[in-house]
């Protein structure tokens, strides 16, 4: 599926849909995009942004020979709640069976996912995340993520709603920030990405800061394209060094 997502090739989605649990799913990209997907006809999305599982999708992975980072779900979660686990168990066996792939899984049900992997590994060519856009939902996740025994645990900061504070990142690799993006988007301020920045310096976390969205960091609401994706005059695009190793970056 095309995206215009960074950090990622190429992304998967053998469900679609999902339901808004938390302050940052307000202005939810995914719903937006599944809308227009319904209106053209494409499968999955018959019923909106109303969560199904799309089995066509399932073996898409094994279509491509070419070692693939894939950003597993970026259109639902997979640990959703109506998501029925042996299906979920069908999702992780594609991706055990193709070791020669990437995957990136990211959700906001760290609970679920949590309990899923407290039962079985995880396979090596997963990276295991969380989304985490404030305070009072997005900080308790870390805690159920840092506990799983993934190649690389990552935070997606996006958007980023309020400074967190003092953030424990330990046993955390990477973390991902970005600014919220459309007309209804909720402003960033500077000084709450210089204050994860600092602290992704002191524990030594790869620190990739997307955008600023379409707030800059002079407040003022334009084009997301004309905000750019500097922070004080250059682009922070780190990766662990596992990423280093297994992604082509741009």
Same mark, same amino acid.
């Given at each position: ?5 960074? !950090?990622?090739?190429?992304? !998967? ?13 307000? +202005? ?8 227009? %997907?319904? /209106? ?6 018959? +019923? ?7 089995? $066509?999708? %399932? ?14 779900? =970026?259109? $639902? ?6 998501? &029925? ?13 193709? &070791? ?5 899984? %990211? ?10 992997? $407290?039962?079985? &590994? ?5 990276? *295991? ?9 997005? *900080?308790?996740?870390?805690?159920? %993520? ?9 935070? $997606?900061?996006?958007? *980023? ?7 424990? *990142? =330990? +046993? ?14 909720? &402003? ?23 955008? !600023?969205?379409? !707030? ?31 992604? /082509?970056?741009?």
């Amino acid at each position: 599926m095309a995206h215009k997502i960074e !950090w990622t090739e190429q992304t !998967w989605n053998p469900s679609a849909g999902c339901t808004k649990i938390s302050s940052g799913c307000q +202005n939810c990209y995914a719903e937006t995009m599944a809308i227009r %997907l319904q /209106a053209m006809g494409v499968k999955g999305y018959e +019923n909106g942004f109303k969560f199904n599982i799309v089995p $066509s999708r %399932l073996n898409d992975p094994f279509k491509k020979k070419k070692p693939t980072v894939f950003f597993v779900n =970026s259109m $639902s979660d997979i640990f959703h709640k109506d998501m &029925p686990e042996d299906y979920l168990d069908k999702i992780f066996a594609v991706i055990e069976n193709t &070791p020669h792939h990437t995957y990136q899984v %990211l959700t906001k049900r760290a609970e679920r996912m949590a309990e899923y992997f $407290s039962k079985r &590994p995880v396979p090596k060519n997963i990276w *295991l995340g969380v989304t985490v856009d404030n305070k009072k939902e997005g *900080l308790p996740r870390i805690d159920y %993520l840092r506990n799983i025994d993934a190649s690389v645990l990552f935070l $997606s900061v996006e958007p *980023l709603l309020e400074d967190l504070g003092e953030m424990n *990142l =330990s +046993n955390i690799d990477w973390v991902i920030i970005g600014g919220e993006s459309g007309n209804k988007a909720r &402003p960033m301020d500077k000084d709450w990405v210089v204050n994860i920045k600092q602290q992704c310096e002191q524990k030594d976390v790869a620190f990739f800061f997307k955008q !600023w969205g379409t !707030w800059g960091a002079d407040k003022i609401k334009r084009n997301k394209k004309l905000n750019g994706k500097e922070l004080d005059g250059k682009i922070w695009h780190q990766f662990p060094e596992i990423i280093e190793q297994q992604f /082509a970056m741009v």
